[in-house]
T-cell receptor
């Protein structure tokens, strides 16, 4: 089983749509969770950390279910500028090592 | 806004040659990392570095790889004898602390092409 698994997509949605991405992780000892965004041939950039209580940042909502080892990201009112690859990322230890999923590609169309 | 910088942006080398990839982490950060991403694949952890020593390394980081912080600002990744399969984008990252929920800031990457 992959350490962090995501549906690669692509997700093609119209502007204004709501889209949800899911991710599962295999190591139950994982300690912290993130969504990063990666534009084509660019570096990953932190979108948001994910907490057990769930958290929201504007149009973006992230949820964590530790029992199911499942992480989600919801994007409301999609913009053209949201087109990117969304990376589910997990930290399993104290050395800062990040484990990345394959990424889910989102294409928002006018 | 402070940022991680990397040089060169693109390095082309012949198989068997040594390469050194350079990074300047954010100045007050204490934890440093190298990741790589082969074209079309996921980002993979290589090594983490703190207090002038490696704190964790992956299976990819074999004895052909080494890291160094030669002075107070640079952080380097050396590949001693490059192979074709080392062709990838190499990202340097840094963070203030190594603990949970601490954001890692990534540099723009060095694209390494091994011929």
């Amino acid at each position: 089983r992959k350490e962090v698994e995501q549906d690669p997509g692509p997700f093609n949605v119209p502007e204004g749509a709501t889209v949800a991405f899911n991710c599962t992780y295999s190591n139950s000892a994982s300690q912290s969770f993130f969504w990063y965004r990666q534009d084509c041939r660019k570096e990953p950039k932190l979108l948001m950390s994910v907490y057990s209580s769930g958290n929201e940042d504007g149009r973006f909502t992230a949820q964590l279910n530790r029992a199911s080892q499942y992480i989600s990201l919801l994007i409301r009112d999609s913009k053209l500028s949201d087109s990117a690859t969304y990376l589910c990322v997990v930290n399993t230890g104290n050395t800062g090592k990040l484990i990345f999923g394959q990424g889910t590609t989102l294409q928002v169309k006018p | 806004e402070p940022e991680v910088t990397q040089t060169p942006s693109h390095q082309v080398t012949q198989m068997g040659q040594e390469v050194i990839l350079r990074c300047v982490p954010i100045s007050n950060h204490l934890y440093f990392y190298w990741y790589r991403q082969i074209l079309g694949q996921k980002v993979e952890f290589l090594v983490s570095f703190y207090n002038n020593e490696i704190s964790e390394k992956s299976e990819i980081f074999d004895d052909q790889f080494s890291v160094e912080r030669p002075d107070g600002s640079n952080f380097t990744l050396k590949i001693r004898s490059t192979k074709l399969e080392d062709s990838a984008m190499y990202f340097c990252a840094s963070s203030e602390v190594g603990a949970n929920y601490n954001e890692q800031f990534f540099g723009p990457g060095t694209r390494l092409t091994v011929l």
